[in-house]
């Protein structure tokens, strides 16, 4: 099994808090890798430094063997991993097909001289974004509502549309935040269905999640966040005894 | 074309063009000898103002960033058509020595190379605003369009550039392949003033902005700006290099108002800081919202509207009260300015998307229903 993304010793710190400190984790190509931790354990911070939103202090981070691009959020989505927010980031005002259609940005070239032009390649292309985009949005099961502005949709759907408009950047690594967030247990099952498909079809896919449940179902391997320190990382069952993990989710010493 | 007509019938689109283009023919013709020269002298001047709305909607109404001295490259177009093509740069004795009547370029050269340095302005705005949005982007933009207009009141020492207060006469009229636009010509027997040639260059130029403007909204590129507006942290993640996408919108904007500028610099044959003002960069954001952000149709609409309507104002409001109460209670031009401000909180109150918004998307719609089983 060959690693797809290594963090070595990543810390980041605001002010006097130290978010992330020494975290080291390692996820193996076609693996679905679970991140769990109470709130404030420092997920959402490492999903940031990941995705280039937030400067590293320290460590590094290699896709592939090669280090990530530094602060930059759309040359660490160009180099393979694509993400989604946990207070869901849709471009409201566009439709759902056009958000999808964004996503192909940086798998596009058309320059403005092109758009103007419209010539041959860029017809081409625009039809190649369109039907990629219509693609995903059966992928995701919401091609009904392609025409729909992403703000009308349901909350469900708009989940699934933030998935497609990530998997359009053609991602090797595909970070959820929270996707289940919000959802009734309907919705989780049908969302369990799709990020299993999305590994079927070839993309490591990293879980940041809540629903213990749909955390030990899905993932091969889970890591433990606590004040920023990652205190476990195994298969999901030993991390469910572990005594560490334990007490940080419920509190120690009681008794 | 047939977005702007709204519609995806191509013989419907087709019938629409060519009553638009009869009509945009026509209208000159019609306004001329229904309402005098006077009127069609606004019909110019309300090209020229849409094509710096659809410019300005670049930059407000897609990439979402408000820009409140837009004016300054209007100025900027105009000042490189005015200093390159009159007998102004013969006062320094440098180029006097060379060019004893001054440098006197042609049209099509001065015109892209105004479009250029507007283009060129643009980034310098948006290089140092890039971290910035909303009231904090307004402020410096406000400034910035304030410093090029003091610049052009003080740029005649030590060396004389723009003439400072006095402004740059003497500006050649525009010309194409040799006949002047500022003289009444002959066109197939038929004597056609100056006011009319213009009018016709200026639609032809405005029909090109607008094809411009919508070839880039339906891009990869005007997505882009679009993102960038609805939301820039999910635009980064999506892959969008958002400095070079926002320098590329303000660039474009810039560059529609220099060639605007150009244009308005050969047709009055005279410039001077006093016609960039503050209040020029409000009225033309004022065009954009009003009309309908981001949408072109609205847009022009807008600059129409804010062109022509002050002007019945102005030249109605004293007759009409003279009619009414015997003399003249309110002075036409406070009171033009009077309904101006009603007219504003009016739309923003009941139509707050403007008056012509776009329409939730409809057109994608139809189209798409083929495509989606």
């Known amino acids: ?71 930059s959020p759309h040359l660490v989505a160009e180099a393979g991993i694509a993400r989604t927010f946990q207070n869901i980031r849709l471009f409201a005002n566009m439709t759902a097909l056009e958000n999808v259609m964004v996503g192909r940005h940086a798998r596009t070239r058309a320059s403005v001289i092109g758009a103007v032009l419209h010539d041959r390649r860029t017809r081409a292309e625009e039809s190649a974004i369109e039907q990629r985009a219509i693609q995903l949005l059966h992928y995701v099961g919401i091609a009904d509502r392609a025409n729909d502005l992403a703000r009308h949709l349901p909350y469900g759907d708009q989940r699934r549309l933030e998935i497609a408009r990530a998997l359009a950047t053609e991602p090797a690594l595909l970070a959820l935040d929270e996707p289940a967030a919000g959802m009734n247990a309907t919705e989780t099952a049908a969302l369990r269905t799709l990020i299993d498909g999305i590994r079927v079809d070839g993309i490591t896919v990293l879980l940041i999640e809540h629903d213990v449940k749909l955390v030990m179902g899905l993932c091969d391997r889970v890591a433990v966040l606590d004040y920023g320190e990652k205190i476990a990382e195994d298969i999901p069952e030993r991390v469910q005894s572990n005594p560490k993990v334990i007490e940080a989710y419920l509190g120690g010493g009681i008794g | 074309m047939n977005a702007l007509l709204g519609t995806s019938n191509p013989r419907l689109a087709r019938g629409g063009a060519l009553l638009l283009a009869v009509a945009l023919v026509l209208l000159p013709l019609l306004v001329g000898s229904g309402f005098g020269n006077a009127w069609v002298r606004v019909l110019d001047f309300a090209l020229l103002y849409i094509m710096l709305a659809l410019g300005l909607n670049i930059v407000v109404g897609y990439a979402g960033l408000l820009d409140l001295g837009y004016v300054a490259f209007y100025a900027v177009g105009a000042y490189v058509y005015a200093i390159l093509s009159s007998p102004h740069l013969a006062n320094i004795p440098a180029i006097a020595a060379l060019f004893p009547l001054g440098l006197h370029l042609p049209m099509w050269l001065v015109l892209p190379l105004g479009a250029i340095i507007a283009g060129v302005f643009g980034v310098l705005l948006g290089a140092p605003t890039l971290r910035l949005r909303g009231d904090y982007l307004a402020i410096v933009t406000l400034g910035f369009g304030e410093i090029i207009r003091i610049f052009l009141n003080n740029l005649n020492r030590p060396v004389n550039i723009t003439n400072g207060p006095q402004g740059i006469t003497q500006i050649d009229p525009i010309r ?116 309908g952000m981001g949408h072109i149709p609205g847009v022009i609409l807008g600059a129409l509207l804010l062109t022509v309507l002050p002007e019945i104002f102005r030249q109605g409001a004293a007759p009409l009260q003279v009619a009414l109460f015997g003399k003249v209670v309110l002075d036409p031009e406070s009171l033009r300015m009077l309904m101006f401000g009603v007219a504003l909180v009016a739309v923003m109150l009941y139509r707050p998307a403007g008056l012509w918004p776009s329409p939730t998307r409809q057109r994608e719609l139809g189209e798409m229903r083929g495509n989606v089983p």
Not at chain 1, 8 to 34: M, P, W
Request: with cysteine; net charge neutral; proline share 3%.
């Open chain 1, 1 to 71: 099994m060959s690693v797809l993304l290594e963090a070595r010793h990543v810390g980041k710190c605001f002010g006097g808090i130290q978010a992330l400190q020494d975290v080291s984790l390692t996820i193996n190509v076609g693996e679905i890798y679970g991140l769990i931790g109470p709130n404030g354990a420092g997920k959402t911070t490492f999903f940031n430094v990941l995705t280039g939103l937030y400067p590293k202090d320290s460590g590094a981070i290699l896709l592939k063997g090669s280090p990530l691009p530094l602060g």
């Open chain 2, 176 to 291: 194409i392949g040799g006949v002047s636009l500022a003289k009444t010509q002959d066109v197939l027997g038929i004597a056609v003033p100056s006011l009319y040639l213009y009018y016709y260059l200026f639609v032809i130029l405005a029909m090109l902005v607008v094809f411009v403007s919508m070839r880039l909204e339906n891009s990869r590129i005007g997505r882009a700006w679009v993102a960038i507006r609805e939301d820039e942290v999910a635009a980064k993640a999506c892959g969008i290099n958002t400095r070079n996408i926002k320098l590329l919108a303000f660039a474009m904007g810039a560059t529609f108002g220099g060639v605007s500028g150009g244009l308005f610099a050969g047709f009055q044959e005279f410039v001077s800081p006093e016609s960039f003002q503050l209040i020029d960069s409000i009225m033309i954001l004022c065009m954009v919202v009003l009309g």
